[in-house]
């Protein structure tokens, strides 16, 4: 279960640079896709991989890439979401410090099957010196031939650039990276219409996340069919996942789909269990955005089966029992952490990070924050715990972008499956202020 | 929103004006946008502008770059306000952004944060009255794996303890680490 199609060389000295980059095979994709094959090609291999958008939503990649309309003398675009802002998730950070050339490669290939002759790169602003690699690395693959006119004489021309944000969660939704793109405060747009259609400038835009754009790269190389091997159903190929908490080691892994939770948190090759020997108490498996889950369902799911780390077993038994991959934040708590604590600082993540542009939004989320403030500080009642669920409903699917919904999923989550924890930050307020409540009854019985 | 022990806003009596290098470089920014299309540029202008004017945008450093971008000033303040990196207030000569959010939590950002504040004799938010650091907080900036942490200028100091954060204060204080 250890092959790896992006981090196969990540740790090789100097794999920044082009030269030992394309010693290692680099850049094959450019020269396969650019002289054998069409753009229209290029397309179908991707559909065949099976690869589903890497950032979040789980889109299928090729299907996204059809939608792209193209009007007659039209520029299109293809822009690179490295706004990489959801808690939990640093795995595109390493992705573009370590191999800067994937993410050019990758994107190379791409723009030739979308027929973009200009594309960026857009970074959140904390990333400047990442900004910094992959400027360097561009202007060598401008100084080699592989940027620029007439790409290995195929005729195809691409300019790629960078672009950093300022500091704002919402720009990593599609429509407000557009927005930043241009130079605007990062506010959603209603949809439609979509990118695909409309997007930076007015003109059809595929937005795609930094991994999606990088396993672009062994997909042309070894064929789509051959990608779609690797994994169990619907959910192909490899994925990266950031594992982050209280992990014996955390830190940025490559895992073939269809692998086991349990080998993923305590086996050798991987986290190698919870940090000091405690005990797993809860885990938020794809980013803060999820549904957390109690330690009961995290390694089996309620029908008793295993968990795996695909698309469809994280997310077995809907929301009442399972969550998503999201964008692979795995975060895992130990017994000694707070769930009152834990969602209420995710609460002032959203309040923090909403744009303010709907009401339900921007006033939910600050009403969500200050109850769940008042219920972790001994200041809640009962129906403190009855009010978030209503303003969760209220919130829900009532909002221009996803954000909404990222802002209700966790709160409701946690009470779900916590709720004697939260009761009990009311019954025991002055104790709930010197100790944590510990590991639920249902875990502690099995 | 932040305080300060000493009047800093005093740094920008002479109106800002980038050299002639910079100025150059932020043309340059602007026509990696196709033609008419460089309003694009304008955040990545304002971090130059933060960097090159004290670490913070004054109206004067907005209306200069609105001027620059050749754009409305609310079309920069509108900008410089949403985004959370941009300072609005004058700032010390280090600014420490400490990761607040859960996955840093969970491995003690907390106590890194406090441990700063009785370090320094400042609350987040504020700056040491010698001007040189100020602290403050911010959401996930993609370390989670590495955490505790702290982000200075273009720098991440990753898997904080006390004792590191004693190091990195007393090197940023003699200067051997850049800004």
Partial sequence: MARKLLLEHDSVPGIETFEVYRKHGGYRSVEKALKKMSPQEVVEEVQKSGLRGRGGAGFPTGMKWSFLAKPEGVPRYLLCNADESEPGTFKDRYLMEKLPHLLIEGMIVSSYALGANLSYIYIRGEYMWILDILEKAIDEAYAKGFLGKNILGSGFDLDLRVAPGGGAYICGEETALIESLEGKRGNPRMKPPFPAVKGLWGCPTVVNNVETLMAVVPIINEGGDEYAKIGVGKSTGTKLISAGGNLARPGVYELEMGLSVEEFIYGDDWCRGIANGKKLKACVPGGSSVPILPAHLVTKTAAGEDRLMTYESLADGGFATGSMLGSGGFIVFDEDQCIVRNTWNFARFYAHESCGQCSPCREGTGWMEKVLNRLEHGQGNLRDIDLLEEINKKIEGNTICPLGDAAAWPVAAAIRHFREEFEWHVSHREESQTRNYGLLKESLVG | ?179
């Fill in chain 2, 1 to 179: 929103m932040s305080s300060t022990h000493v009047d800093l806003s005093k740094r920008h009596s002479e109106t800002p004006c980038f050299s002639a290098e910079k100025l150059a470089e932020a043309q340059k920014l602007m026509s990696l946008y196709p033609e008419g299309k460089h309003k694009s540029a304008l955040i990545r202008i304002l971090h130059m502008a933060e960097e090159e004017f004290g670490g913070w945008l004054s109206i004067e450093t907005m209306d200069y770059v609105a001027g620059i971008v050749n754009i409305e000033p609310i079309e920069v303040y509108e900008v410089a306000s949403f985004y959370t990196m941009f300072n609005l207030d004058p700032v010390g000569n280090y600014v420490f952004e400490v990761c607040r959010t859960g996955p840093c939590m969970l491995v003690g950002s907390d106590n890194i944060i406090s441990y700063i504040e009785n370090k320094l004799d400042i609350k987040v938010g504020e700056t040491t009255k010698d001007g040189m650091f100020t602290l403050k907080t911010a959401e996930c900036l993609g370390a989670c794996g590495y955490a505790p942490m702290l982000q200075c200028g273009k720098k991440y100091h990753e898997h904080l303890t006390n004792e590191k954060v004693d190091e990195l204060i007393a090197a940023y204080r003699s200067g051997e680490l850049p800004k």
